[in-house]
């Protein structure tokens, strides 16, 4: 089943407690905003809007010595241009280095559907103002959240120690939390992504994810002059697909004995309608927040390219292969009732008047890396609607809700 990570109880130390923090800057947050939205940066090519936040951290008065940049790009299987942007700060006041450190985060990276999108304003809302662009809010207004609270909070002079955390190669499978330098980050014992919707909905738990590289090698044949004596790979793909779909093995998953999710989202192969295709490659994923679950959906999807491979037989006897290579992108996890983190984020709604909301998210977030590397780490919105469609929004509401929220998070002296 998933797992649950264990509560992380920090030792609180108490100082004088203050009031519940001041509005934060939310025209300030709204023109981060809208300059971080359209700055290019799809998974691997981050560089650009790291620069942006690095410049806007070093302009609020953050000392060059706490901005610093890890290797995750070098560790990560896809490589890239850059890696975590991390500003790490000592906490400030009487008794503020004896409490916990906090971590913000949210990641630079957007799908490639938002690369060079041009945001607008409509009424409450910021939508693409192109057709064919998506917004990327996803993650840019957790960005613009958490940018904005580290400038907030670089002015004042009572907040416990923090840390903020902007990382790399998110949608591409959680590559910077999974490969972030934690040496760099200080150790913190409570942890806040902003991603997602509304800003009270608190995910406290994610699917597990698998991804699949799939090739299916055929044999290439003159399809007028004798299809018989090739094997297409092609056919081969399609009977699979098939398999899956009416065993109810692709989509939405509901077996005797679990739950879960799979699919087939990119496919190529062929060059020419006159010649039998010999080979197609094809990735795939699994989900389920059950790992035992996961791993049956992973061998139906590899059990049917193998049974297709033997069905598609040529004139002379000849079959196709299928070689299967998969990778674990992310392990599903699922936060204590009590754990600390959690317990803050619940503290920080109610005391911008809202009533926080418990979620488990069916895809993955940082969060599931962090969890799983010793940092339990709760997800909290930021106005995203629609995410990785064309039809993307932000709900300016709720965006500024989750100012509010982030800087009681950072400024609580608990």
């Known amino acids: 089943m998933t797992k649950t990570t264990k509560s992380h109880r920090p030792a609180v130390a108490s100082i004088q407690k203050t009031a519940t923090p001041s509005e934060p800057d939310l025209d300030r947050a709204y023109k981060l905003l809208m300059a971080l939205l359209p700055i290019p940066g799809g998974s691997c090519q981050e560089t650009e809007v790291a620069a942006y936040v690095a410049a806007q951290l070093r302009r609020g008065g953050a000392p060059a010595s706490a901005i610093r940049y890890d290797t995750a790009h070098r560790r990560s299987a896809f490589g890239g ?81 923090l840390t903020f955390l902007f990382t790399v190669q998110e949608e591409i499978g959680l590559y910077g939390a999974r490969c972030a330098s934690l040496g760099l980050l200080g150790k913190p014992e409570l942890a806040f992504n902003f991603d997602g919707g509304p800003a009270a909905k608190l995910t406290v738990g994610a ?12 044999l290439a044949s003159h399809a007028g002059g004798a299809p018989e004596l090739g094997v297409s790979a092609i056919a081969i793909a399609a009977l699979a697909i098939a398999e899956l779909t009416q065993t109810g093995w692709h989509g939405a998953i509901h077996q005797e004995g679990g739950t879960g999710t799979s699919n087939v989202g990119v496919i190529g192969g062929g060059e020419a309608t006159n010649v039998v295709c010999d080979k197609v490659t094809i990735r795939a994923e699994a989900r389920s927040h059950d790992p035992a679950f996961r791993e049956r959906i992973v061998k139906q999807i590899t059990a049917a390219f193998d049974r297709a491979a033997q069905q598609v037989v040529s004139a002379a006897g000849r079959r196709g292969r299928v070689e299967i290579e998969g990778r674990l992108d992310y392990e599903s996890f699922r936060l204590a009732s009590d754990e600390p983190c959690l317990l803050a984020a ?69």
């Open 81 to 161: 241009a850059i890696g975590n942007l991390v500003l790490k700060l000592p906490g400030r006041g009487p008794g503020a280095t004896r409490l916990p450190r906090r971590l913000l985060m949210a990641h630079l990276d957007t799908v490639p559907i938002c690369v060079g999108t041009r945001p607008v304003r409509r009424g409450g809302q910021i939508v693409s103002g192109l057709k064919d662009r998506g917004l990327g809010a996803d993650d840019r207004s957790g960005v613009a959240v958490v940018l904005n609270t580290a400038l907030e909070v670089l002015r004042r002079k009572r907040h416990p120690p």
């Open 207 to 218: 699917t597990g994810g698998y991804r699949m590289n799939i090739v299916i090698e055929g």
């Open 346 to 414: 619940e503290r920080a709604v109610r005391a911008i008047g809202a009533e926080p909301i418990r979620a488990i998210s069916n895809g993955g977030l940082d969060a599931n890396w962090l969890s799983a590397r010793g940092i339990p780490t709760v997800t909290l919105g930021a106005g995203q609607l629609g995410q990785h469609t064309v039809a993307e929004a932000l709900d300016l509401a709720e965006f500024s809700q989750a100012c509010r929220i982030a800087l009681q998070l950072a400024t609580e002296e608990q």
